[in-house]
């Protein structure tokens, strides 16, 4: 029993697991996020960023990285009341 035992993934895909792991550390890469979403998931990104909205909302991708999730959660959040507002004509910002 002295094998080390693989850390639980949470039922994410090898693939969802890629897209929060590259979120998470996109900024220290040298080329353009764009480029490198092209690069190493073959999809657009605009594709990319639909793929990681609807991964925000599971609970799996809240066990794999709880304080990720928590702020993508945040952000999407904000950036959906400055919509709305601006719909509305209201300033948010004081």
């Not at 792991?21 to 490198?36: A, Q, R």
Request: glycine letters at 4%.
């Amino acid at each position: 029993m002295s094998e080390a035992m693989p850390i639980p993934r949470a039922g994410l895909s090898d693939e969802q697991a890629a897209l929060l792991d590259f979120e998470k550390s996109w900024w220290s890469l040298s080329g353009s996020k764009e480029s490198e979403i092209r690069e190493r998931f073959g999809i657009s990104p605009t594709r990319y960023y639909q793929l990681l909205n609807a991964l925000i909302d599971s609970e799996d991708a809240l066990v794999h990285d709880p304080l990720l999730i928590k702020r993508l959660r945040r952000l999407r959040e904000t950036r959906q009341k400055e919509r709305t507002a601006r719909r509305l004509g209201v300033n948010l910002r004081v």
